[in-house]
């Protein structure tokens, strides 16, 4: 077979597959992204704010130290919220996360303890998954935290959208989270404006609530797009 018969063959396979992942990844942009709405913050979105905490029962989660789960059957957590430390497991690897001064933290791999310099990629590793996948389990707690505006977004039907802004904090400090709740102010959904995702505005749900050991009200399942994400083993203690 001549080389250029080849190149063509290559050629059509690369075609074959790539060209369905564009033309799906075109639907999906023109679909579903849209631009960061603007909102000024007020103290009506304040109120709002303060509603949704209601709802979930803000006190209870405030009182709670001690959360596990398991996020998507692939990362497990032990956090001891007040005191800022998570045993964060994977495979066969366990960190000793210290959320406050992560490069303090304790690296296992199959009961071998690794050294500092060796230990760096997989702290960096946990604090990422720390961050991402504790905020998919609390976010709505976190709609006061530091460096946070909070905005009320005009949507259809005389509803409102609950906009916070992350000037600080987490692993992608500018990202931006709509809110949208129900009558009794709970948490149906969120639209997500982040650095990650190359669509503006995906929604993603937020579901399954279950009232915890503390009373505190944690979701079991998120679905976005055609993407089902799973949080269990959910076990909470004062």
């Known amino acids: 077979m001549s080389p250029k018969k080849i190149l063509k063959i290559v050629a059509g396979i690369i075609v074959f597959f790539t060209l369905p992942t564009l033309l799906f990844f075109g639907y999906i942009y023109f679909k579903y992204n849209e631009d960061l709405p603007q909102g000024t ?18 006190e209870a989660y405030k009182n709670t130290n001690y959360i596990e789960w398991t996020f998507n059957k692939r990362h497990h957590f032990k956090w001891k919220k007040n005191e800022n430390f998570c045993e964060v497991y994977w495979k066969d690897i366990k960190v000793d996360l210290n959320i406050n001064a992560p490069h303090s933290s304790m690296v296992t791999i199959s009961n071998d303890t690794l050294q500092t310099a060796d230990a760096k990629e997989y702290i960096d590793k946990a604090v990422e998954y720390f961050n991402n996948d504790s905020f998919w389990l609390i976010a709505p707690y ?48 969120f639209k997500m404006w982040v650095s990650i995702l190359p669509i503006e505005g995906l929604e993603a749900t937020w579901s399954n609530w279950k009232t915890t050991e503390t009373g505190a009200q944690l979701p079991e399942f998120h679905k976005l797009l055609f993407l089902g994400l799973e949080i269990t083993d959910i076990k909470t203690a004062i």
């Open 41 to 58: 913050p007020t103290e009506a979105a304040d109120t709002v704010a303060n509603k949704m905490l209601e709802a979930l029962d803000y």
């Open 142 to 189: 976190k709609v006061f935290d530091a460096g946070t505006t909070r905005s009320l977004i005009p949507l259809e039907n005389n509803q409102q959208g609950l906009l916070i802004s992350y000037a600080s904090g987490g692993s992608t400090p500018g990202d931006s989270y709509m809110w949208l709740l129900d009558n009794d102010y709970k948490p149906t959904a």
